[in-house]
């Protein structure tokens, strides 16, 4: 059975840093694309990151430059640090992943993920 479950998450001021990490159990983040998506109150869940088999990466624009993803040499857990943190960035985080090895044009499409975590909360305070 497959499981991702996400931790890291907690309360900051802006300007502090984080690290996110994911756990998977049942499956591999080195023979596919894995992804961090974020959903604030009231908003629609974003892609934030996406990693692929061959380790390339992409972001959204409003992380690019403060956020990396990253995953551990035996690819059984994915993380994202997250520096110079903004208020805006307080959402619920979440770890996805899918059949997928390439993150592609759709990669923030939370369709295209067959797992996901539970997710854990960031909270960024100005």
């Known amino acids: 059975q497959v499981q991702v479950v996400e931790s890291g998450g907690g309360s900051v001021q802006a300007g502090e840093s984080l690290r996110l990490s994911c756990t998977g159990s049942?499956?591999?983040?080195?023979?596919?694309?894995a992804a961090w998506f974020r959903q604030a109150p009231g908003k629609e869940r974003e892609g934030v990151s996406c990693i692929e088999w061959t380790g390339g990466s992409t972001y959204t624009d409003s992380v690019k430059g403060r956020f990396t993803i990253s995953r551990d040499n035996a690819k059984t857990t994915l993380y994202l640090q997250m520096n110079n943190l903004k208020p805006e960035d307080t959402a619920m985080y979440y770890c996805?992943?899918?059949?997928?090895?390439?993150?592609?044009?759709?990669?923030?499409?939370?369709?295209?993920?067959?797992?996901w975590g539970q997710g854990t909360q960031v909270t960024v305070s100005s």
């Open positions: 049942g499956l591999s983040f080195g023979d596919r694309a």
């Open positions: 996805a992943a899918g059949a997928r090895a390439y993150c592609s044009g759709s990669w923030r499409v939370p369709i295209n993920y067959d797992y």
